[in-house]
């Protein structure tokens, strides 16, 4: 198979099915289609890299007694090297790779410098107000833990943890000069959970696809996160999901493609992706990974594009 003409087919495929979305606020002429399917496959590979070094330990943390791992991952010349699973501060550090090139993407490589054609993007943020952002986003996370996104939890209740964590230990800390720059912040934190305007979006759509990239990379060292669909306590999407996948290993299904589904299928996040770059993020590296795509998504195309 021609992973590059594949990836083509699917990304036009991904477009026609956004046609007709009358209520996108915000469209940028500068989409992942003015980018080669060759590029940006080495933007991936620079993405997986960094994905791959959430997992490496520093050197003291075995020595010191911090843990004792005994799962590894095969480096250079077939050495093992051992990995910590991924934390919530690595997610974030994905993410900010992730963002930064889909803001260079939108706006140009030059955003936010003097004399730039873009100091801020088309709803008023700046480069370090987005950077903050992400930076605080998961922070409630050191006190309510990472509470899984599968439907099993309140939306409405880890909000307001959430909102007390922040106006306990962060909101209040920021010095007097920071006062704008604070309501920016939080501002776009606010965006990213209402998705109304476009670079809340762009957050929320990035740290959705920064879980499936970080899946995939797991399944590239063979090292694959899956469920057992038997288990007790699933939730109804988790069911829903398992049903639909197309990869099954004697009863436990990929993490990989669970979420993937959950993207394009179940919550059709992809419909809030204004510039598709997480799209064809999300579908040249399962291609890379996979060799080829899913065939319940096939099906769909069949479905609403007959």
């Known amino acids: 198979m021609n992973i590059y003409a594949d990836y083509n087919r699917i990304m036009e495929l991904e477009d026609q ?10 469209k940028t002429t500068s989409t992942i289609f003015h980018t080669s399917a060759h590029e940006l496959s080495q933007q991936i590979y620079q993405l997986v890299e960094i994905a791959k070094n959430s997992l490496v330990p520093r050197s003291y943390i075995k020595k010191y007694g911090l843990s004792d791992t005994e799962e590894y991952a095969i480096a250079r010349d077939s050495k093992k090297i051992p990995i910590l699973h991924e934390s919530v501060a690595a997610h974030t550090n994905l993410l900010y790779a992730l963002v930064d090139r889909a803001i260079t993407l939108t706006y140009g490589p030059d955003f ?6 873009f100091e801020r993007t088309s709803d008023g943020y700046t480069y370090r107000e987005i950077m903050e952002a992400i930076r605080l986003h998961d922070l ?8 899984p996104d599968d439907g099993s939890f309140s939306e409405e209740e880890k909000s307001l943890l959430e909102l007390e964590y ?3 230990r962060i909101y209040s800390k920021y010095a007097g000069r920071d006062y704008f720059f604070k309501h920016r912040v939080f501002k776009l934190i606010e965006d990213m959970h209402s998705k109304k305007q476009s670079t809340g979006r762009l957050l929320y759509v990035a740290d ?3 879980a499936i990239l970080m899946a995939l990379v797991y399944d590239s060292l063979g090292l694959m996160p899956t469920i057992d669909g038997s288990m007790p306590g699933l939730s109804r999407k ?3 999901e398992i049903g639909l996948c197309d990869f099954e290993y004697n009863g436990h299904y990929k993490a990989s493609e669970i979420w993937t589904i ?14 598709n770059f997480f799209t064809a993020i999300i579908v040249l590296y399962t291609l890379i990974v996979n060799g080829r795509w ?13």
């Open 17 to 26: 099915m956004k046609c007709g979305l009358i209520d996108r606020i915000f």
């Open 294 to 306: 899913y065939d319940w998504r096939e099906d769909d195309y069949k479905l609403y594009l007959s």
């Open 208 to 210: 959705k696809t920064a």
């Open 112 to 117: 936010g410098e003097p004399s730039c054609d």
């Open 140 to 147: 409630p996370e050191n006190d309510i833990g990472d509470i």
């Open 238 to 240: 988790d069911v829903a």
């Open 262 to 275: 959950d993207f394009f299928h179940i919550r059709k996040i992809n419909e809030l992706d204004d510039t």
């Open 166 to 168: 922040y106006k306990e």
